[in-house]
């Protein structure tokens, strides 16, 4: 296994970590964790040099609204001297905070479930725009502060979902050791994307990576114009391998964490990660993840890049941030992951910058140096995403 420091804290981080939210289960019920499989699996993964554990207070639950069953799992699975050989990473479930004192009950809950005195990586889950002025208001820095200082946790972080703008407004308003952000291949312009990560970076906190394989879509079913483009590449290596080397190829990057439930992709992960340091790709290789980025986008219907010029609508729309879940649905989808995707839409964008927020005033399309047709397209996004 290979190590990285995890940003301005002298912590030796696995570069690869176990993610605790897709652990298998019996009868295909998500709150029913196979618990002898799933230990075995953690255990050999530990045993192999993973020391980062990932968890979060809804995983294996029946919704967000209530603690799942991966925390209470983790702390049975980590007895036996194996909580030592680890550092432990849960979630404050941000959006049930609506008190102060929230925070404390939560935090010791988990303690709790977890079977632990101390949380080593701690992070406020799931950012977006509005849960975070929330938490900010009711004081989500001394809230960690405390936390700290008491030590029921020993690092401070985040996890994200939403744009840049808001990344670098969290990145900034408070003194994070670590932040975790989606990243892969595809995501270099979406949410935090790669400006994002330097910006983490620079500033001197360690990066941990979730969905690195875009939950495994990535890795199954791909379209044709994808494996036309693996296929055609001089280098080969199996979708696994690319997606996963691209990521440990920032050096920004501290831990990669794969949502692990089958021995065969422990060990295949476990070879990757033994094999993957920063800037180790060859330019060949770039320019083949290059290709492949572009049989992705040909799948792509909006040219929108991105450019924000079309903002502010008068109708609170949120236009680009429409265009790329329109953009990233046709991208991956697939009959098995259309309902996933759909899903998404009304996960990301607040319903208040929905498409069909549009006033059809056309005040967007004299500013867009793309030339898009607006109007018309946001009657497409709206007509998906019903
Ligand atoms: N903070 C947040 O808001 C948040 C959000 C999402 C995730 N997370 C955390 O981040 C972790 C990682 O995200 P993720 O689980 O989405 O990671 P991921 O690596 O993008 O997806 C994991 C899935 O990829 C497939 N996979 C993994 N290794 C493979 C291999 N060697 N060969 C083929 N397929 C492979 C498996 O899919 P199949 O099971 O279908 O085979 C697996 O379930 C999560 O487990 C969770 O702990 C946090």
New binding site residues.
């Given amino acids: 296994m290979l190590y990285r420091k995890l940003g301005k804290t002298n912590e030796k981080v696995s570069a690869l ?6 652990l298998p289960v019996i009868d295909g019920d998500i709150t029913k964790i196979d618990e002898e499989k799933a230990i075995e699996m953690l255990h050999h993964a530990i045993d192999e040099g993973v020391n980062y554990v ?3 207070y809804p ?1 294996h639950g029946t919704g967000m609204g209530s603690g799942g069953q ?1 925390e209470p799992f983790v702390g049975r699975a980590l007895k036996d001297g194996y909580r030592e050989k680890v550092n432990l ?1 849960t ?1 404050l479930p941000s959006w049930l905070i609506k008190t102060r004192e929230d925070m404390d009950k939560y935090l010791n809950e988990q303690l709790e479930r977890l079977q632990t005195d101390k949380i080593d990586f701690y ?1 406020v ?2 950012l977006n725009k509005g849960v975070w002025e929330n938490l900010k208001k009711l004081g989500i820095d001394e809230f960690l502060n405390s936390a700290i200082a008491d030590g029921r946790i020993r690092y401070a972080g985040f ?3 939403d744009d840049l703008v808001v990344f670098k407004d969290i990145v900034d308003y408070y003194d994070w050791s670590f932040c ?1 952000i ?1 990243y ?1 291949y595809l995501d270099e312009n979406f949410q935090a994307g790669t400006e994002g990560l330097k910006y983490a970076g620079d500033k001197g906190l360690g990066v ?13 079913d791909l379209p044709e114009t994808v494996t036309n483009a693996f296929k055609q590449a001089e280098i080969k290596k ?3 391998e690319w ?2 080397g691209w990521v440990w190829n920032h050096p920004e990057v501290s831990v ?7 021995m ?6 476990l070879r ?1 990660a033994s094999a993957s340091l920063p800037n180790s790709l060859t330019e060949k290789e770039l320019e083949i993840m290059v290709d492949v980025q572009k049989a992705y986008r040909t799948r792509t219907k909006v040219n929108c890049t991105g450019c924000q010029y079309c903002m502010p609508c008068p109708a609170g729309v949120n236009i680009p941030k429409n265009f790329t879940q329109y953009n990233q649905y046709h991208m991956l989808v697939t009959p098995k992951t259309e309902g996933e995707l759909k899903a998404h839409y009304n996960a990301f964008v607040d319903i208040s910058e929905r498409a069909d927020k549009c006033k059809e005033c056309g005040k967007c399309e004299t500013h867009c140096p793309q030339g898009i047709k607006i109007r018309k397209e946001l009657k497409n996004v709206k007509e998906l995403f019903a």
Avoid: W
Wanted: charged residues 20%; contains cysteine; glycine residues 10%.
């Fill in positions: 970590g176990f993610g605790c939210m897709r990932d968890t979060a995983y991966s990473a979630k992070l889950h799931a996890s994200f979902h975790q989606q892969n941990v990576i979730m969905e690195p394989l875009r939950g495994g879509k990535l890795v199954r199996s979708p696994v997606a996963l990669v964490l794969s949502g692990m439930n089958v065969e992709h422990i060990d295949e992960n990757i």
